[in-house]
Antibody, heavy 119, light 110 residues
Framework: QVQLVESGGGVVQPGRSLRLSCAASGFTFSSSGMHWVRQAPGKGLEWVAVISHDGRNKHYADSVRGRFTVSRDNSKNTLYLQMNSLRADDTAVYYC????????????WGQGTLVTVSS | QSALTQPASVSGSPGQSITISCTGTSSDVGGYNYVSWYQQHPGKAPKLIIYGVSNRPSGVSNRFSGSKSGNMASLTISGLQAEDEADYYCNSYTSSDTWVFGGGTKLTVL
């Protein structure tokens, strides 16, 4: 069965960096686009970034463009999110989600990892 | 990248039907048949319940249905059950090669 397991969250000071990972199993990772979606405490879902199956195409939400970088290692079945210049409003649970091919939606989600940006 | 517009809350009694609206623009909801809906219970990850405007993934109850007219999509839940009480989010692909969520709707089963 499809499994997505995020890691790397924690407490970080404003302006610092953090890298999240998402370990995938149960499907052909190298054939699937992948997304990051976040949810601030008590708030709604916000799409963050997408990366194509081969890593060649990436797109970002305006709120993170220039600060966050999505990448993947298909040999390790792992998705990454490098987050730089973190701000208080980046505090959220970060989910990785698998793209449902040709349907442009998120068919499987991880359980999320909490990132808290605070001094 | 403005969020899609959903009502903050809806409610219904067991057995009744409710509809949640999701309003966007011609650059997202109105421009593509890539509207999806997600159910999220407290403390849990979201779950896909509708994709491609009106398609249900395998295993999702046929009490959930989706539709779209112009720039507005809708999710209908028929035969409300206590377990349907959750937050619901719409999502659409956009002309900027990005995705946008609605603000979410809290469903209360009375």
């Amino acid at each position: 069965q499809v499994q997505l397991v995020e890691s790397g969250g924690g407490v970080v000071q404003p302006g610092r960096s953090l890298r999240l990972s998402c370990a995938a199993s149960g499907f052909t990772f190298s054939s699937s686009g992948m997304h990051w979606v976040r949810q601030a405490p008590g708030k709604g879902l916000e799409w963050v970034a997408v990366i194509s199956h081969d890593g060649r195409n990436k797109h970002y939400a305006d709120s993170v463009r220039g600060r966050f970088t999505v990448s993947r290692d298909n040999s390790k079945n792992t998705l990454y999110l490098q987050m730089n210049s973190l701000r208080a409003d980046d505090t959220a649970v970060y989910y990785c989600a698998k793209d449902r091919s040709r349907n442009w939606c998120f068919d499987y989600w991880g359980q999320g990892t909490l990132v808290t940006v605070s001094s | 990248q403005s969020a899609l517009t959903q009502p903050a809350s809806v409610s219904g009694s067991p057995g009744q039907s409710i509809t949640i609206s999701c309003t966007g623009t011609s650059s997202d909801v109105g421009g593509y048949n890539y509207v999806s809906w997600y159910q999220q219970h407290p403390g849990k990850a979201p779950k896909l319940i509708i994709y491609g405007v009106s398609n249900r993934p395998s295993g999702v109850s046929n009490r959930f249905s989706g539709s779209k007219s112009g720039n507005m999509a809708s999710l209908t839940i028929s035969g409300l059950q206590a377990e349907d009480e959750a937050d619901y989010y719409c999502n659409s692909y956009t002309s900027s090669d990005t995705w946008v969520f609605g603000g979410g709707t809290k469903l209360t089963v009375l």
